[in-house]
């Protein structure tokens, strides 16, 4: 079993729609989870970052972490195409995720249609 | 967030020749970089730890004599994929962890090799 399962998809929706991205995970001493975007031929770039369970609300992204079914999700509210693109979980057990040990999934291809 | 630059963005060369990767910390003093490498439809993997003034810290599958680290300063760190061939293609992303922040990361580099 891979440390982190991650859906590669593609996800196609309409433009507006909610989106739901999700990880599953292995290792309970991950504490640390990010959610990364990255366009075509570009480096990973921060969306939403929580420590152990809960939730976070950024604009229209939400960020769920459920420590106990080992298993966290990004939620995109009214889906705009420059939402298009790859969607990384990745997660840590180091502090604040700067130690090097940061496990990353396969990437789920997010296709948003006007 | 911590602004990462990464240079070249593509490079391409025949096969059995040396690459040099540079990786620049714009708006914080990095101790500590990372490499990561990424195949297609792949996660990304760390490959290294870059340390300033001292050796790099290897992960485990990583030939430390192919993939030569050098991090002189507190803003640069440098990856050489020395004798390179057509299986070190990839795309090959640097990143920092400011202090209790995640990682941030380049816009990495895709090298092809002939």
């Known amino acids: 079993q891979k440390e982190v399962e991650q859906d590669p998809g593609p996800l196609s929706v309409p433009e507006g729609a909610i989106v739901s991205l999700n990880c599953t995970y292995s290792?309970?001493?991950?504490?640390?989870f990010m959610w990364y975007r990255q366009y075509s031929r570009k480096g990973p770039e921060l969306l939403m970052y929580?420590?152990?369970?809960g939730n976070k609300e950024d604009g229209r992204f939400t960020a769920q972490v459920d420590k106990s079914s080992k298993y966290i999700s990004l939620f995109i509210r009214d889906s705009q195409p420059s939402d298009s693109a790859t969607y990384l979980c990745?997660?840590?057990?180091?502090?604040?995720?700067?130690?090097?040990?940061?496990?990353f999934g396969k990437g789920t291809k997010l296709s948003v249609k006007p | 967030g911590a602004v990462v630059s990464q240079h070249p963005s593509w490079v391409i060369c025949k096969s059995g020749t040396s690459v040099k990767i540079e990786c620049r910390s714009l708006?914080?003093?990095?101790?500590?970089m990372f490499w990561y490498r990424q195949f297609p439809k792949q996660s990304l993997m760390l490959m290294a730890t870059?340390?300033?003034?001292?050796?790099?810290?290897?992960e485990q599958g990583v030939e430390k004599d192919k993939f030569l680290i050098n991090h002189a300063s507190l803003t640069l760190s440098t990856l050489t994929v020395t004798s390179a061939h057509p299986e070190d293609s990839s795309f090959y992303i640097c990143?920092?962890?400011?202090?209790?922040?995640?990682?941030?990361f380049g816009d990495g580099t895709r090298l092809s090799i002939l």
């Open positions: 990745a997660m840590s057990a180091g502090y604040g995720g700067s130690q090097g040990n940061l496990i």
């Open positions: 290792n309970s001493a991950f504490q640390y």
């Open positions: 929580t420590y152990s369970s």
């Open positions: 708006d914080f003093q990095a101790t500590t």
């Open positions: 870059s340390n300033e003034g001292s050796k790099a810290t290897y």
């Open positions: 990143s920092i962890g400011p202090g209790n922040q995640p990682q941030h």
